[in-house]
T-cell receptor
Framework: EDKVVQSPLSLVVHEGDTVTLNCSYE??????LLWYKQEKKAPTFLFML????IEKKSGRLSSILDKKELFSILNITATQTGDSAIYLC????????FGQGTILTVHP | DTGVSQDPRHKITKRGQNVTFRCDPI?????LYWYRQTLGQGPEFLTY????????KSRLLSDRFSAERPKGSFSTLEIQRTEQGDSAMYLC?????????????FGSGTQLSVL
């Protein structure tokens, strides 16, 4: 059965810290790995990764995929209170299979 | 592009009642997905459609759940004889399958409370 595991499940940091969120997956016929941010209701898209070793960046956020070891990481540098959210990782073949999420709390 | 729309936003019902939720995807998105999310968990897959065809349904989904997408546009999710364990956020998403931009776009969800 398809499985996605995220770690840590929760993380509390102070503004300015750098965080690394982990995601490992076992998905048959894997196609892509997606990261979403969920603050209140709808998850909002961050990154989609299909190739190993190619880092994607958007401002202070970056992500990379390792298809050999079946994992991905999401880095957030210089964290801000507005980064507080649940970060969801999902592996795709047809449907998305989500991990449990990492709850990030950034204190001032 | 008006985004994925879900209705209602909140639903409170008594155990044993039937409920129906509606999802309007982004226009021209041919895939539509339903997920369920409970507190502290990631979204759990329920089912998805390509146009009007239901391509996959979770084995965890009981026979009390049914979904339709009759004309390949909006979709409905019905839960019959609701139970307290059905209380959750029901999320709908759509995607333009077959393009390079195949990410899922999510609606704001319907929060179901079964008393």
């Amino acid at each position: 059965e398809d499985k996605v595991v995220q770690s840590p499940l929760s993380l509390v940091v102070h503004e300015g810290d750098t965080v690394t969120l982990n995601c490992s997956y076992e998905v048959t016929n894997f196609r892509s790995l997606l990261w979403y941010k969920q603050e209140k209701k709808a998850p909002t898209f961050l990154f989609m990764l299909t190739s190993s070793g190619i880092e994607k960046k958007s401002g202070r956020l970056s992500s990379i995929l390792d298809k050999k070891e079946l994992f991905s990481i999401l880095n957030i540098t210089a964290t801000q209170t507005g980064d507080s959210a649940i970060y969801l990782c999902a592996a795709r073949y047809g449907k998305l299979t989500f991990g449990q999420g990492t709850i990030l709390t950034v204190h001032p | 592009d008006t985004g994925v729309s879900q209705d209602p936003r909140h639903k409170i019902t008594k155990r044993g009642q039937n409920v129906t939720f509606r999802c309007d995807p982004i226009s021209e998105h041919n895939r539509l997905y339903w997920y369920r999310q409970t507190l502290g968990q990631g979204p759990e897959f329920l089912t998805y459609f390509q146009n009007e065809a239901q391509l996959e349904k979770s084995r965890l989904l009981s026979d009390r759940f049914s979904a339709e997408r009759p004309k390949g546009s909006f979709s409905t999710l019905e839960i019959q004889r609701t139970e307290q364990g059905d209380s959750a956020m029901y999320l709908c998403a759509s995607s333009p399958e077959g393009t390079v931009n195949e990410k899922l776009f999510f609606g704001s969800g319907t929060q179901l409370s079964v008393l």
